[in-house]
């Protein structure tokens, strides 16, 4: 199934920003959160990939339980 969004623009002084929006089912089929990190992909023209970006877990320092 195919979900449409249509990219949106924010023109502010000299900086432009560009929207793309996920619509809400197909953020709830790939189970996304609030704040979660992902990566853009250019392929070609035509075509992206949006990724998870995994958190590097060898760099984090563990919890300490008290």
């Known amino acids: ?3 449409f969004s249509k990219l ?5 002084a000299a900086n432009r920003q560009f929207y793309l929006i996920c619509p809400a089912p197909l ?3 790939l189970e996304l959160e609030k704040g ?3 990566a853009w ?3 070609d023209r035509n ?3 949006i990724r998870r970006v995994q958190a ?3 760099r984090k320092h563990p919890r300490r339980h008290e």
Do not use: N, P
């Open 36 to 38: 979660e990190e992902l």
């Open 41 to 43: 992909v250019v392929k």
């Open 8 to 12: 949106q623009v924010i023109q502010r």
């Open 56 to 58: 590097d877990t060898s």
């Open 47 to 49: 075509t992206f990939e």
């Open 1 to 3: 199934m195919a979900y």
């Open 27 to 29: 953020a709830g089929a």
